[in-house]
Protein backbone atom coordinates (compact mmCIF):
# COMPACT_ATOMS: atom_id res chain seq x y z
CA UNK A 1 0.00 0.00 0.00
CA UNK A 2 2.70 2.25 0.31
CA UNK A 3 3.27 2.70 -3.26
CA UNK A 4 0.14 3.42 -4.17
CA UNK A 5 -0.31 7.14 -4.53
CA UNK A 6 3.37 6.70 -6.94
CA UNK A 7 1.80 4.05 -9.06
CA UNK A 8 -1.92 5.50 -9.44
CA UNK A 9 0.22 9.22 -10.41
CA UNK A 10 3.73 7.27 -12.98
CA UNK A 11 2.15 4.21 -13.63
CA UNK A 12 3.44 0.55 -12.44
CA UNK A 13 6.78 1.15 -10.68
CA UNK A 14 7.77 -2.67 -10.37
CA UNK A 15 9.09 -4.95 -13.34
CA UNK A 16 8.59 -8.54 -14.46
CA UNK A 17 10.32 -10.92 -12.57
CA UNK A 18 13.62 -11.51 -14.91
CA UNK A 19 13.29 -8.37 -16.39
CA UNK A 20 17.10 -7.31 -14.58
CA UNK A 21 18.94 -10.41 -14.98
CA UNK A 22 18.02 -10.46 -18.95
CA UNK A 23 19.14 -7.07 -18.99
CA UNK A 24 22.39 -7.81 -17.47
CA UNK A 25 22.64 -10.85 -19.49
CA UNK A 26 22.26 -8.82 -22.53
CA UNK A 27 24.80 -5.90 -21.78
CA UNK A 28 27.61 -8.64 -21.35
CA UNK A 29 27.47 -9.10 -17.56
CA UNK A 30 29.25 -12.59 -16.28
CA UNK A 31 28.22 -13.39 -13.57
CA UNK A 32 24.67 -12.74 -12.79
CA UNK A 33 23.39 -13.72 -8.90
CA UNK A 34 19.77 -13.23 -8.06
CA UNK A 35 17.98 -13.93 -4.38
CA UNK A 36 14.85 -13.28 -2.97
CA UNK A 37 14.62 -11.02 0.06
CA UNK A 38 11.70 -11.06 2.34
CA UNK A 39 10.63 -7.63 3.33
CA UNK A 40 7.48 -5.94 4.87
CA UNK A 41 6.24 -4.95 1.51
CA UNK A 42 6.73 -8.83 0.36
CA UNK A 43 8.99 -10.63 -1.36
CA UNK A 44 11.65 -8.71 -3.64
CA UNK A 45 14.64 -9.91 -5.86
CA UNK A 46 17.70 -8.67 -5.61
CA UNK A 47 19.89 -8.94 -8.49
CA UNK A 48 23.24 -8.10 -8.71
CA UNK A 49 26.11 -8.10 -11.62
CA UNK A 50 30.16 -8.60 -12.36
CA UNK A 51 31.19 -7.42 -15.37
Known amino acids: MGRIH ?3 Q ?3 L ?3 AGA ?3 ALHQAG ?3 ICT ?3 E ?3 GNMEL ?3 IA
Do not use: K, N
Request: glycine fraction near 12%; charge should be negative; hydrophobic fraction near 40%.
Open 47 to 49: VTG
Open 6 to 8: AEL
Open 20 to 22: VSE
Open 29 to 31: FGE
Open 14 to 16: SLE
Open 35 to 37: RTL
Open 39 to 41: TPF
Open 10 to 12: AGS
